[in-house]
């Protein structure tokens, strides 16, 4: 994240993902991810994992039998 989150001002928030394969033609998806916010501490998250540098994108392998409800990523903030 760019900036903390404060609890007493924003309690949720949400954005969306795409997600796109390489086949030909290729295949993708949309979803919505809901962010609640905990009453914890003030400061700007740390990502702990996945890992990642500042301001650059993470990607995940979903194999290509996955159904609908699979577990792609848990990311750790403190």
């Known amino acids: ?7 007493e001002e924003l309690k949720t928030f949400q954005f969306k993902v795409q ?3 390489s086949g030909v033609p290729p295949l993708s998806s ?9 009453d914890e501490n003030d400061n700007s998250p740390a990502i702990l994992a996945p890992y990642s540098e500042h301001g ?3 990607s995940e ?3 290509y039998s996955a ?7 848990k990311i750790r903030a403190v």
């Open 1 to 7: 994240s760019l900036q903390s989150f404060n609890y």
């Open 56 to 58: 650059s994108v993470n």
């Open 67 to 73: 159904e609908a409800g699979y577990f792609v990523a």
């Open 30 to 38: 949309n979803v919505t991810v809901n962010v609640c916010i905990l």
């Open 61 to 63: 392998s979903i194999p």
């Open 19 to 21: 997600a796109t394969d």
